[in-house]
């Protein structure tokens, strides 16, 4: 129910029951068209508690999402650390570490129902970025990359079965995340429980000016108004929650996390991992100029 629309129903109810002539009005007696304000105030207990609940629901969903991305930043860095700690093959590091950011990066993606992976132009290589865009699971499809290239590696012997097992175990909770995500996106509030709540908040709002108007006359209206900004706006705020994974003002900043903290942590193990790789080989710590592309 818009404001602006509210504002001339609460001017003309107010109207009404103000100039509506009351024979009984010697009497003491509230004017014909009155509401109790104490059975206003007995049914605004009922509205306010669903509503709290509602917004508690959504608001569940928004940090549920915040954890699930926080887990993400972890299990990468881990899963990066193990891969340049146990895996003494430059170039395999590099393909799981970048596939490592791949993960997070498609993970936004597959979230925001965004099928443009242009942000893994300087992540992956040309072919392998083809291959992903095939894909109906971009996600999964990356997962199963560092499957194989954790496998291979435990194949050639670059690590041993100790080493597989814990970078496997990461690869497990990164599952196991995208799965969690997929359901707060996927599982919206019941759509009864929603129709019946705004539809019990609309009559209450409509009635409210005449509950008010007997105790403080054409005050009524500022007060009604005001009363409506606060419960529709705790409305809004749930309907803006609910849905932690787009890219509204209130949303999760996935973008941020990405690229300002996933990316650029990995693209620091990368770039410290080909130092040693370089000062082991006699070229001394600078790297070769190497970028932190990841």
């Known amino acids: 129910l818009p404001l602006a629309v509210y504002l001339v129903w609460v001017v003309f109810a107010t109207a009404i029951c103000m100039h509506l002539p009351n024979p009984a009005d010697e009497d003491g007696e509230p004017p014909y068209l009155t509401l109790s304000s104490e059975v206003e105030s007995i049914v605004g207990g009922a509205l306010f508690f669903l509503l709290v609940f509602r917004t508690n629901q959504s608001y569940d969903r928004w940090w549920e999402g915040r954890k699930m991305w926080g887990l993400i930043i972890n299990r990468t860095r881990d899963l990066s650390r193990q891969a340049s700690a146990y895996v003494c093959e430059p170039e395999r590091v590099e393909r799981i570490v970048r596939l490592t950011v791949a993960y997070a990066v498609c993970t936004k993606q597959h979230l ?5 992976l242009s942000e893994l132009d300087l992540v992956v290589t040309p072919a392998v970025k083809d291959e992903l865009t095939r894909e109906k699971h971009v996600v999964v499809a990356v997962l199963d990359r560092l499957a194989e290239e954790i496998a291979d590696a435990h194949a050639a012997g670059l690590i041993d079965s100790m080493q597989l097992v814990a970078m496997d175990s990461n690869l497990t ?108 080989l006699g070229g001394g710590g600078g790297g070769g100029g190497a970028r932190a592309e990841a």
């Open 112 to 116: 925001r129902s965004d099928r443009d």
């Open 173 to 280: 909770t990164l599952h196991d995340t995208l799965g969690a995500c997929e359901r707060i996106l996927k599982t919206k509030l019941p759509f009864g429980y929603i129709v019946h709540l705004r539809s019990f908040l609309v009559l209450w709002l409509l009635g409210l000016p005449f509950a008010m108007v007997e105790h403080v006359g054409w005050g009524s209206v500022l007060v009604s108004i005001v009363i409506a900004y606060a419960l529709i706006g705790i409305d809004s705020i749930g309907v803006e929650v609910e849905d932690p994974f787009g890219r509204d003002f209130n949303d999760l900043p996935l973008d941020s996390i990405v690229h300002d903290t996933i990316q650029k942590n990995l693209g620091e193990i990368l770039l410290r991992n080909k130092r040693r790789e370089s000062l082991k």
